[in-house]
């Protein structure tokens, strides 16, 4: 699938909707092409085809989390440094899905420690749960991820309360 294909298949109208996100995610699920169209998309300028292409490419790859292996240097960099709060909770999403090495790791945990107080609550959400999926195996940085958690037990957001509980009884 070419780029402009799958562009002329995620823009039009605004942020708020998915559009044809959904029949794109099933069109690109399991297509290497399709993946990496989806991982440049994300990087549009136009905000509603990043919006939908990571929407896409989230669920997409929710199933194969070896398609994301090929863009893990892009996940990890350009689209990393995107501040567009939907492309930010897409990412954090698929961040614990990537194989990291320590270093990578690291970063990935940074950016979610960094996202923690991001003006969106959907973002601080996915960004607590990040930091839970990518600590589960490094009790140092477990500890920090719960750190970051119980001193959100009491945020003013109904929605950071619940993911708060649901992580810590989890835990």
């Known amino acids: 699938m070419e780029d402009a294909d799958l562009r002329h298949l995620l823009e039009g109208g605004d942020r708020r909707s998915i559009g044809q996100a959904d029949a794109v995610a ?18 549009d300028a136009d905000p509603v085809v990043a919006t939908r292409a990571a929407d896409a490419l989230e669920k997409a790859t929710r ?60 973002v ?5 749960s990040a930091l839970f999926a990518l600590s589960a195996d490094d009790p140092a940085l477990r500890a920090v991820a719960v750190a970051h958690a119980q001193a959100r037990r ?7 309360r619940t993911r708060v509980r649901q992580l810590l009884e989890g835990h």
């Open 26 to 43: 099933r069109r690109i699920a399991g297509s290497a092409r399709g993946i990496a169209a989806a991982v440049r998309l994300m990087q």
């Open 63 to 122: 199933a194969d989390h070896g398609s994301l292996a090929p863009h893990k240097h892009t996940l990890l960099g350009s689209v990393a440094a995107i501040s567009q709060q939907e492309v930010r909770w897409h990412l954090l999403q698929m961040l614990p899905r990537l194989r990291l090495d320590p270093a990578e790791r690291a970063a990935a945990f940074a950016l979610a420690e960094a996202s923690l107080d991001h003006r969106s609550r959907i």
């Open 124 to 128: 601080a959400a996915y960004a607590l």
């Open 154 to 160: 009491s945020a003013p957001s109904a929605a950071i």
